[in-house]
């Protein structure tokens, strides 16, 4: 008889709780193990079984004494990892961690973001710093938002794996009543189309923050999506469809959704915060910000034309007023 899996949440974040909740509403036998940074967070979190800063709604159902803030004792005893963190503070909550440690564990990514001192996608990260071999690598993503997961609103997960059994296992393990899981071998593209999903959000919430309406988004993310087709063509020429709900459908539920960091920030910075004000107002990260840096950084290799990507980095880092960038904008959509 199969072993039973013991799986770990890295993170303690929405999404980490969102994910803790479907894996207790999966059907799949297995033990959950969940690690956070915070201690008092884990305390209340073992006491009350509600998470007192994100999705507070959601009872947390797993053991209290499987809740730790103890990063290498829970990835020693557990054989499948997901990592929630946002990219920006990965490195630093991994900085105990050894290669050692993680040998024959199985990692997902639900990150959607780029290590900023290496900018590396998650998957690469893995593998350069910590020798994790690509087919124990998986990636979560799709048009999903914590808030609609702990609503139990009907979601779309995409899991993206260069191996189909790596897939196919963590897959198995998020399938709920409202949870549908769909699995894809595109890892890079799913992973820097999350990536840039997020700064086309931020996109659209600067261009709603100076004024403009739903006529001018929609164009906006039209010309988004056809700029994201190019990267990715370029940074991994594979045979995919732009139009899944990975890639397409994540640009347009970030990019319209209340619940999005992204188009909130966005929304903020298009108003005339400063991005510190932004993001002080805002107890979220949102990833467009980090990732807007890194995209600019890696395309001085790829050389894409990327007219979005780049207002929004003119915008955030050499401090352009939105309302002449978006302008100038304006002028290159088609
Ligand atoms: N929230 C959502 O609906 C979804 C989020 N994601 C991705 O999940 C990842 C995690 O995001 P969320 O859980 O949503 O984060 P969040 O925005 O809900 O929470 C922020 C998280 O960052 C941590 N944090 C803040 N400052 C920190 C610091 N200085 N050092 C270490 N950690 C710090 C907090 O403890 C908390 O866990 C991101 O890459 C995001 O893009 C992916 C799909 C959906
Ligand atoms: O990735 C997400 C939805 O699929 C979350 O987007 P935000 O970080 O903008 O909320």
């Given at each position: 008889m199969e072993r039973k899996k013991k799986v770990a949440v890295i993170g303690g974040g929405s999404w980490a709780t969102a994910i803790i909740k479907m894996l207790s509403d999966n059907e799949v036998e297995k033990d959950i193990f969940w690690w956070m940074r915070n201690k008092d967070a884990a305390s209340y979190i073992r006491e009350y079984h509600h998470n007192p800063n994100y999705?507070?709604?959601?009872?947390?159902?797993?053991?209290?004494?499987?809740?730790?803030?103890k990063l290498s004792a829970v990835i020693k005893s557990c054989d499948l990892l997901i990592l929630s963190i946002p990219a920006a503070f990965l490195k630093d909550a991994l900085s105990t961690v050894s290669a050692e440690l993680l040998q024959g564990k199985y990692i997902i990514s639900a990150i959607k973001g780029i290590v900023p001192e290496e900018n590396q996608i998650i998957g690469d990260y893995l593998q350069s710093r910590?020798?994790?071999p690509l087919d124990r690598i998986a990636v979560i993503s799709g048009p999903c938002h914590a808030e609609e997961v702990s609503l139990e609103k009907l979601s779309y997960l995409t899991i993206a794996s260069a191996s189909p059994h790596t897939a196919s296992v963590f897959s198995s393990m998020l399938n709920t009543r409202y949870i549908k899981t769909i699995q894809s071998d595109d890892i890079y593209g799913t992973e820097y189309g999350a990536v840039l999903k997020n700064i086309y959000a931020v996109a659209s919430g600067i261009c709603h923050g100076v004024g403009y309406g739903d006529n001018f988004q929609a164009v906006l993310i039209s010309n988004a999506i056809r700029e994201m087709a190019r990267f990715l063509a370029k940074v991994h020429p594979i045979n995919r469809d732009i139009n899944e709900s990975a890639y397409l459908g994540d640009l347009l539920v970030t990019a319209y959704s209340q619940f999005s960091r992204n188009r909130t920030f966005g929304n903020m910075i298009g108003k005339g915060y400063t991005v510190r004000s932004a993001q002080l107002e805002m107890?979220?990260?949102?990833e467009g910000y980090y990732a807007s840096k890194c995209i600019h950084q890696i395309n001085k290799t790829y050389q894409v034309d990327m007219p979005i990507c780049r207002a929004v980095y003119a915008i955030l880092?050499?401090?352009?007023s939105p309302h002449i960038e978006m302008r100038l904008l304006s002028e290159q959509l088609t």
């Amino acid at each position: 008889m199969e072993r039973k899996k013991k799986v770990a949440v890295i993170g303690g974040g929405s999404w980490a709780t969102a994910i803790i909740k479907m894996l207790s509403d999966n059907e799949v036998e297995k033990d959950i193990f969940w690690w956070m940074r915070n201690k008092d967070a884990a305390s209340y979190i073992r006491e009350y079984h509600h998470n007192p800063n994100y999705l507070s709604a959601v009872e947390i159902k797993i053991p209290s004494d499987q809740i730790t803030t103890k990063l290498s004792a829970v990835i020693k005893s557990c054989d499948l990892l997901i990592l929630s963190i946002p990219a920006a503070f990965l490195k630093d909550a991994l900085s105990t961690v050894s290669a050692e440690l993680l040998q024959g564990k199985y990692i997902i990514s639900a990150i959607k973001g780029i290590v900023p001192e290496e900018n590396q996608i998650i998957g690469d990260y893995l593998q350069s710093r910590f020798d994790v071999p690509l087919d124990r690598i998986a990636v979560i993503s799709g048009p999903c938002h914590a808030e609609e997961v702990s609503l139990e609103k009907l979601s779309y997960l995409t899991i993206a794996s260069a191996s189909p059994h790596t897939a196919s296992v963590f897959s198995s393990m998020l399938n709920t009543r409202y949870i549908k899981t769909i699995q894809s071998d595109d890892i890079y593209g799913t992973e820097y189309g999350a990536v840039l999903k997020n700064i086309y959000a931020v996109a659209s919430g600067i261009c709603h923050g100076v004024g403009y309406g739903d006529n001018f988004q929609a164009v906006l993310i039209s010309n988004a999506i056809r700029e994201m087709a190019r990267f990715l063509a370029k940074v991994h020429p594979i045979n995919r469809d732009i139009n899944e709900s990975a890639y397409l459908g994540d640009l347009l539920v970030t990019a319209y959704s209340q619940f999005s960091r992204n188009r909130t920030f966005g929304n903020m910075i298009g108003k005339g915060y400063t991005v510190r004000s932004a993001q002080l107002e805002m107890n979220m990260v949102a990833e467009g910000y980090y990732a807007s840096k890194c995209i600019h950084q890696i395309n001085k290799t790829y050389q894409v034309d990327m007219p979005i990507c780049r207002a929004v980095y003119a915008i955030l880092y050499e401090k352009h007023s939105p309302h002449i960038e978006m302008r100038l904008l304006s002028e290159q959509l088609t």
